[in-house]
């Protein structure tokens, strides 16, 4: 069974930061692009961001622009979602998908059908 492990969460409160990350096992990341989505409570489940395999094709959520970066370590089977400048909506569950894409350079979105395979989410609260 493919699994996709998120760690990072927690408390924070607001103007700070924190750096998830999504780590996968019994499979390699390299085919395969990775999206966090968030979903807050009484939300739907949105997409945040996305990367390519190669780590070229890169997308955000216009929310998010210029305070999460998100980036990939193959080597490692990692993904990470730097999150900085959080506010009080940044407060969700966080969670990780991967979308198997055919080739090296293909790009990515952040549709949730496009995903296969979630992890089980971690929890992220901006508060004072």
């Known amino acids: 069974q493919l699994q996709l492990v998120e760690s990072g969460g927690g408390l924070v409160q607001p103007g700070g930061s924190l750096r998830l990350s999504c780590a996968a096992s019994r499979f390699t990341l390299d085919y395969y692009a990775i999206g966090w989505f968030r979903q807050a409570p009484g939300k739907e489940r949105e997409g945040v961001s996305c990367?390519?395999?190669?780590?070229?094709?890169?997308n955000y959520a216009d929310s998010v622009k210029g305070r999460f970066t998100i980036s990939r370590d193959n080597a490692k089977n990692t993904v990470y979602l730097q999150m900085n400048s959080l506010a009080a909506e940044d407060t969700a569950v966080y969670y990780c998908?991967?979308?198997?894409?055919?080739?090296?350079?293909?790009?990515?979105?952040?549709?949730?059908?496009?995903?296969?395979?979630w992890g089980q989410g971690t929890q992220v609260t901006v508060s004072s």
């Open positions: 990367i390519g395999r190669s780590g070229v094709s890169i």
């Open positions: 998908a991967a979308d198997r894409l055919p080739s090296w350079g293909a790009q990515c979105g952040t549709a949730r059908f496009r995903y296969e395979y």
